[in-house]
């Protein structure tokens, strides 16, 4: 071993000698490292204890990340994590995780973390959803996931030795705290109708929101798929809506929530009719502007209308029509509802809607579906009856 020896400024006196470690698994190289020392001694002692320290990593020099607390390691989980993700989804997670996983878990130290612990807390959450208390831990079995996530990937990490989130057993969710769709009723559908009939559509602010409203009740888009709609994508000679991207909170567009979002709707002849005049009005107001417009609904200050802003509107809208706020997305389950109370078949449904299975679409409109079953005694005692 070649040491040397080093003059500091202040006189002191260190003995300094490099290391070969021996060959990093990972890249292959050689490794090598600098050991200082106030003795030769010592010299020598650091440089075993580094090869010693070198040969216990199996022979890498890579270290394995230090993280002893919850939530120093979702700090290494979010930074993997969160480019896995929309947008939206971003935001949504990492205020679910800030809100309620972070305050119950983050000062526990990963070795202290254990089944019992975690089985408490979902308890508590549980008990406090199926009392009817408001708040994202009403859905505990999805933070339950989270938590069990975000100790899956400490397992992978080699933090800890398993994960104690996965005999967790999750309390049964009262049913009598699932809460309903919105969704208009007959009544309520033919009375907001009629209101929209008689707005002032020499204004284009209700020209624009009579033809939203009522494309999102012919078609059954989600709000964010209707506002990231252009012109490029609606066959107007054919009837047909291409449905291949959505609008996030940041007035961007992403693909669909699943590949099922991807798909044609085919639009009634009404449908067809009123885009088209919507349209002449439209780029009639874009030159008066000084400008065109690509984008279906637009609203000419940027590329993309603001669904929040226009969320505004839209309940002072059902306030004047005198029936309940059923939001944006309210307008889908009507469309939904209404296609089977009509007879559609749920696989048909499940394609307009884009749901990535049909589970999804019978669980959700179930009421509609057991509204159809009352109607197959009548429909055996038909066929019967022609026999």
Known sequence: ?????????????????SVYLGVDRLTGKKARTTVTA?????????????????????HTAKTKPTITTYKELVALWWDSY???????SQQSMEGIVRLHILPVFGDYKLSKITTPVIQQQVNKWANAANKGEKGAYANYSFLNNINKRILQYAVTMQLIPYNPARDV?????????EKKI????????????????KLDQSSYENLFDFVLYKF??????????????????IDLKNGTVNVTKTLNRYLETNTPKSK???????IDKATVSLLKQYKKR???????????????????????????????????????AGVPDISFHGFRHTHATIMLYAGIEAKDLQYRLGHSNISMTLNTYVHATQEGAKKAVSIFETAISNL
């Not at 003795?39 to 199996?58: L, P, Q, S």
């Not at 969160?82 to 939206?88: D, E, G, L, S």
Request: contains cysteine; positive net charge.
């Open 182 to 197: 919105k969704f208009f009723s007959n009544q309520e559908l033919k009375q907001f109708l009629t209101y929209l009939d």
């Open 82 to 88: 969160k480019n896995t993700i929309k947008p939206n």
């Open 216 to 233: 999102l009740l012919a078609t059954g888009c989600r709000i964010g798929e209707a506002l990231a709609l252009e012109w490029s994508d």
């Open 282 to 320: 439209q780029q009639l107001h874009a030159w008066q502007l000084g400008r065109t417009e690509t984008v279906v609904f637009s609203v000419f200050t940027n590329k993309y209308a603001h669904a929040c802003l226009l969320r505004k509107r839209l309940q002072q809208h059902f306030k004047s």
């Open 260 to 266: 099922a979002g991807l798909r044609n709707v085919e």
């Open 38 to 58: 106030s003795t030769k001694k010592g010299v020598k002692v650091k440089a075993r204890e580094a090869v010693n320290a070198f040969v216990a990593n199996g």
């Open 1 to 17: 071993m070649n040491i040397k020896e080093y003059k500091k400024e202040n006189g002191t006196i260190v003995y300094r000698s």
């Open 169 to 177: 057993i999750v309390p049964r969710k009262n049913q009598d705290k």
